[in-house]
T-cell receptor, first 117, second 115 residues
Framework: GAVVSQHPSRVICKSGTSVKIECRSL??????MFWYRQFPKKSLMLMAT?????????EQGVEKDKFLINHASLTLSTLTVTSAHPEDSSFYIC?????????????FGSGTRLTVV | AQKVTQAQTEISVVEKEDVTLDCVYE???????LFWYKQPPSGELVFLIR??????QNEISGRYSWNFQKSTSSFNFTITASQVVDSAVYFC????????????FGSGTQLTVLP
């Protein structure tokens, strides 16, 4: 079955530093990956859609310069939280779908809990 | 535009009780897919079921069953004989042909099964 690996699962960083989160599809090619943010006891909020080889599409209200997304290959997308602040603390989760066909569904990574101190 | 509504924010049941989680969706597209995911306290999203808009057949998988009714735009999820391990947040989600392959999630239902 389709597996998405997300790393790290937890990270604590100091305010002002940058943090990179990786999302890898292990056994399938994913032209599209999605990045979500989830606040405690809230639903998943789509941050951006990451397309291999092109710029990510950000949802309204998401700062492009704060949340840098790179999708350099068909199996890897990265989210970098730049100059992190305590308000960036959250649960970030990625998902990937097989090339071009939503019928295969979406596979989610296990999530990354970011704490900025 | 598409929308998913899970009106039940929190539900508590005692072990072995049956429980139904409600999901109502909105979309203008005739082709769409509905999903249920389970999110245990550890955080990962566990896929439970996918249903396409052309298949209204209800489905049963062990203690889980799903009732899809297009007439009421609902896709409800029932857990029979609930267990403590069923305690989690459950999300209903929708993707339609006009949504650029973006999943729209409901707000989730926190299910607590008490021993």
């Amino acid at each position: 079955g389709a597996v998405v690996s997300q790393h790290p699962s937890r990270v604590i960083c100091k305010s002002g530093t940058s943090v990179k989160i990786e999302c890898r599809s292990l056994d399938f090619q994913a032209t599209t990956m999605f990045w979500y943010r989830q606040f405690p006891k809230k639903s998943l909020m789509l941050m951006a859609t990451s397309n291999e080889g092109s710029k990510a599409t950000y949802e309204q209200g998401v700062e492009k310069d704060k949340f840098l997304i790179n999708h350099a290959s068909l199996t890897l997308s990265t989210l970098t939280v730049t100059s992190a602040h305590p308000e960036d603390s959250s649960f970030y989760i990625c998902s990937a779908t097989r090339t071009g066909n939503v019928v295969y569904g979406y596979t989610f990574g296990s999530g990354t809990r970011l704490t900025v101190v | 535009a598409q929308k998913v509504t899970q009106a039940q924010t929190e539900i508590s049941v005692v072990e072995k009780e049956d429980v139904t989680l409600d999901c109502v969706y909105e979309t203008r597209d005739t082709t769409y897919y509905l999903f249920w995911y389970k999110q245990p306290p550890s955080g990962e999203l566990v896929f439970l079921i996918r249903r396409n808009s052309f298949d209204e057949q209800n489905e049963i998988s062990g203690r889980y069953s799903w009732n899809f009714q297009k007439s009421t735009s609902s896709f409800n999820f029932t857990i029979t004989a609930s267990q403590v391990v069923d305690s989690a947040v459950y999300f209903c989600a929708l993707i339609s042909s006009g949504s650029a392959r973006q999943l729209t999630f409901g707000s989730g239902t926190q299910l607590t099964v008490l021993p």
